[in-house]
T-cell receptor, first 115, second 118 residues
């Protein structure tokens, strides 16, 4: 049973550039989450998919951020016109679609540095 | 509003000591779930335990044990006979239902960094 994978693991970009991250969830999980984690903080919820439908977006997700999950499989998170404040670890998690078994399994994250 | 507080920012212990990590939560939901995750230096969050609000039994798994007390809104985590490999940041999280459709998200505490010294 392979876990959640994320690509790339590290990304350094210049301010104003666009970046895209990919997440491959555990295959039988239909729920997929994106979080952002800054130094010394816990992960903060960004958005959530159930299959291909994006059901919830946090206020943290400005209009420069967009996420997709075509065909309910992998997901991408794009940040346009990056700012230094976007520097963080971006975490993806997946879980089964039951109310009880709601523990989320996390990927290794993509660390973004905006210079 | 839902909230998770981990007041201990960092704890250092000597190997083989017992250590307890505190977690206090706030929620208006009657049904909720609590979790503990471990984040080692590699960065990947590792799921440790899930507990629902109707099950107040304490749980033990090897050297790990969890004490859930609804009366004090606490879900504390104890490591017995700590080892250097236990060094990590530990997060407590609360599951909040987003809507009546059964969707939910996690609210994380700020984490407790545990350092176990040899």
């Amino acid at each position: 049973d392979t876990g959640v994978s994320q690509d790339p693991r590290h990304k350094i970009t210049k301010r104003g550039q666009n970046v895209t991250f990919r997440c491959d969830p555990i295959s039988e999980h239909n729920r997929l989450y994106w979080y952002r984690q800054t130094l010394g903080q816990g992960p903060e919820f960004l958005t959530y998919f159930q299959n291909e439908a994006q059901l919830e977006k946090s206020r943290l997700l400005s209009d420069r951020f967009s996420a997709e999950r075509p065909k309910g499989s992998f997901s991408t998170l794009e940040i346009q016109r990056t700012e230094q404040g976007d520097s963080a670890m971006y975490l993806c998690a997946s879980s089964r679609g039951t109310a009880t078994l709601r523990e989320q399994y996390f990927g290794p994250g993509t660390r973004l540095t905006v210079t | 509003a839902q909230k998770v507080t981990q007041a201990q920012t960092e704890i250092s212990v000597v190997e083989k000591e017992d250590v307890t990590l505190d977690c206090v939560y706030e929620t208006r939901d009657t049904t909720y779930y609590l979790f503990w995750y471990k984040q080692p230096p590699s960065g990947e969050l590792v799921f440790l335990i899930r507990r629902n609000s109707f099950d107040e039994q304490n749980e033990i798994s090897g050297r790990y044990s969890w004490n859930f007390q609804k009366s004090t809104s606490s879900f504390n985590f104890t490591i017995t006979a700590s080892q250097v490999v236990d060094s990590a940041v530990y997060f407590c999280a609360l599951s909040e239902d987003l809507s009546s459709s059964g969707t939910y998200k996690y609210i994380f505490g700020t984490g407790t960094r545990l350092k176990v010294l040899a």
